[in-house]
């Protein structure tokens, strides 16, 4: 691989970590509406783009027996982690729930043991139990924390990505192609939240519209940004600047929100984000 590859992959997934943190950050933005109202918005944008997408590279649309069950945990797991995710943004500090989704990739360690027959090596280990303990100080499970609710469900939030992530292997590993799953993911998201929608539907003004349709393009800076990422270079030469997305959404948080995230949870950040670049450097020198 060439250094200029892995500038163009690092710039992408720094690209990337903006988009998402963006999406966030108007999610948030976008007010009092209901969590499934926002979900469904942000999905059936994604769900244009997909299906665009598919038909600009002219592929089929095809579901074999083989990877269906797969493409439909991914659609589950990945429906209710992005519902739980939205929730946890509009409760949280939104660094803290941007953290708390990106403990995705360590609950695929733990998942691609009995769903793809993949043995964890000893740092996979040690990483993922710390890293376990940097989200007890963001989720601070007393009774004092009023916010342990969301925090937990943020955690879900983090354990569907995770579960989506590894039935995504699992379906490509079959022959599944990206745009139909992605276009199965965003179709059963928008099935799945339309009926909740459209009985607790709150009307929304001019700007947030905007703010939703924004939501969706920062999504889909970030879906595209990290696919082209993963194109130029490899996971392991990547995924540590993938936690830039929190430093953004802290920023964002700062200075729209008057956010300051509390002590502890800056020492769950040091500790996560310290772990994922062990893991990452690790990686990146292994033969």
């Not at 649309?61 to 939205?86: E, M, P, Q, S, Y």
Request: proline content about 4%; glycine content about 6%.
């Amino acid at each position: 691989m060439k250094d200029n590859d892995q500038t163009k992959g690092i710039i992408c997934i720094i690209l990337a970590a903006v988009g998402f943190s963006l999406m966030t950050f108007f999610v948030r933005l976008s007010g009092d509406l209901p969590t499934m109202q926002k979900a469904f918005f942000r999905n059936a944008f994604a769900l244009i783009i997909a299906v665009a997408t598919l038909l600009i590279k002219r592929e089929k649309f095809v579901i074999t027996k083989d990877f269906g069950a797969d493409i439909f945990f991914r659609c589950l797991f990945g429906t209710t982690g992005l519902i739980a995710n939205f929730y946890a943004i509009d409760k949280l500090v939104l660094a803290d729930s941007n953290m708390l989704n990106k403990l995705s990739p360590f609950f695929a360690i733990l998942l691609s043991i009995p769903l793809l027959k993949e043995k964890p090596s000893k740092t996979d280990i040690i990483a993922t139990i710390i890293a376990f303990i940097g989200a007890l100080f963001i989720i601070r499970p007393t009774g004092a924390n009023m916010e342990l609710v969301p925090a937990l469900v943020g955690l879900y939030g983090g354990f569907g990505a995770g579960c989506a992530y590894v039935f995504v292997r699992r379906a490509t590993g079959k022959g599944a192609k990206t745009p139909v799953i992605v276009i199965c993911f965003s179709l059963f998201s928008c099935m799945l939240t339309f009926p909740f929608m459209i009985f607790n539907f709150k009307p929304m003004s001019a700007l947030q519209w905007l703010i939703l349709i924004l939501a969706g393009l920062s999504a889909a800076l970030g879906q595209f940004s990290i696919t082209s990422a993963y194109k130029f270079a490899p996971a392991k030469k990547l995924s540590v600047f993938d936690y830039t997305q929190v430093i953004f959404a802290t920023l964002w948080g700062l200075i729209f929100f008057h956010e300051k995230p509390t002590l502890f949870s800056i020492i769950g950040y040091v500790i996560i984000i310290s772990v994922a670049f062990v893991r990452w450097q690790k990686a990146r020198m292994a033969k």
